[in-house]
């Protein structure tokens, strides 16, 4: 089979290009259409303890994820004012109306002056409300601070200048988690910018251990695409050194691309999204198949300063290295393959699309470089080269070194 490959490859090059530049753009589309989400419950398969958890979490108890919205208003007794205060509340009513879909409850100062208000005038629901009196807000915290001094501390700071709205979510993604995060942003800023000028130095973000996973989940994202560009680079720079050519070294990166985008191009295709287990497919498929191609190219240099022919050092390349080429990725690629039957899925779309990759770099190994070679007719700085891939039968198979 090995043997045949070169007269394959020696009829129809360009068509084998077509074929793998069409396969390389497709990939490059897909990976444009990927997202990058991770959601905790769907780490497992269906109907595992960890996602079944999850779900009657979600569907009885309001949601298992917490994320508090930090206020600082920058001056002593900041809080005790009527309008900061009716602002607080103002934002839990639109947070619980408008993102009902991703929050289920919200609780901060602003229901403890509500309630502690309500309690005080008879239990009478209009008064289930923050005053409008600083002096009504004070005393009304001067005896929930006497009945809990503990739980006004863990809600407000002693000099009530700083609090917290605690937010109770439901599981989602991270990608539904940024979405929702601009949104709150947009509701922060319309309800807190009349207070601006009479607190110039307030402060309202997000925190808690929802943003915090996003904002790690950005930074690994950001972190493996560098890496991968990286890697790209001085694999080709130690492709040029080691082939002594310029061309060669830009020829032996392009088989490589091809397997390193084609999980990422598939997930994008088929709507599959990138979460920090997936990331890592990429860098650790171009370290494999770049090994391939090393062996590869540097054993059909070394045939063509011993033979002065394309064609034989094809040949011979072909013979001696495709076999070791093939069980190579048979291993890998079956040995990835196990992994596909993991109850974790992280490490199943590791072991599935890993896999196939690791196949698809064997075709890119045996089809596209010779391909590439038929095309390009590199010479890798030998001279007296026959640029030619017909074989000669009376030529001579080896020079003495």
């Given at each position: ?170 599981n989602a993604g991270s990608y539904q988690y ?68 310029i061309q060669g070294g830009l020829l032996a ?149």
């Open positions: 089979m090995l043997e045949a490959v070169p007269r394959l490859v020696a009829r129809s090059p360009g068509t084998i290009l077509g074929i793998f530049g069409a396969i390389l753009l497709l990939c490059i589309y897909g990976t444009s259409q990927v997202r990058i989400d991770s959601n905790i419950a769907e780490l497992t398969r269906e109907g595992s303890e960890m996602r079944v958890a999850y779900e009657v979490v979600d569907e009885h108890m309001a949601g298992a994820q917490n994320m508090e919205i930090m206020i600082d208003t920058g001056v002593s007794d900041g809080l005790l004012n009527p309008a900061m205060l009716q602002a607080v509340d103002r934002l839990q009513t639109r947070i619980e109306v408008e993102l009902a879909r991703e929050i289920s409850r919200t609780w901060s100062l602003a229901d403890i002056v509500k309630d502690t208000s309500q309690i005080m005038n008879g239990d009478d629901p209009a008064f289930y409300r923050v005053p409008d009196s600083e002096a009504m807000i004070s005393q009304l915290l001067y005896l929930f601070n006497s009945a809990n001094p503990d739980d006004r501390r863990a809600l407000v700071s002693d000099d009530y200048s700083r609090s917290h709205i605690t937010l109770n979510a439901y940024q979405q929702f995060f601009d949104e709150m942003g947009v509701l922060i800023d319309e309800v807190f910018a009349p207070l601006r000028q009479d607190f110039p130095e307030l402060e309202v973000r997000m925190t808690g251990s929802i943003p915090l996973m996003m904002r790690a989940t950005d930074e690994i994202a950001q972190s493996q695409y560098s890496s991968f560009t990286l890697a790209l680079g001085v694999i080709c720079v130690i492709m040029m050194l080691t082939l002594g050519s990166i392009v088989p490589n691309l091809i397997p390193a985008l084609l999980s990422f191009g598939l997930m994008g295709l088929l709507g599959i999204a990138l979460d920090t287990d997936t990331l890592m497919i990429a860098p650790v498929i171009i370290g494999i198949a770049v090994d391939d191609t090393i062996h590869f190219m540097t054993h059909y240099r070394l045939e063509l300063i011993c033979t002065r022919s394309m064609a034989l050092a094809l040949h011979s390349t072909m013979k001696d290295v495709g076999a070791a080429v093939i069980f190579t990725t048979m291993v890998l690629g079956l040995g990835f393959a196990i992994m596909g039957f993991s109850d974790y899925l992280g490490i199943a779309k590791i072991g599935i699309f890993g896999s196939l990759a690791i196949f698809v770099a064997l075709l890119c190994d045996l089809f596209l470089i010779p391909a590439l070679l038929h095309v390009f007719k590199p010479d890798f700085g030998v001279k007296d080269v026959q640029p030619t891939f017909a074989l000669d039968d009376t030529a001579p198979r080896r020079i003495p070194a």
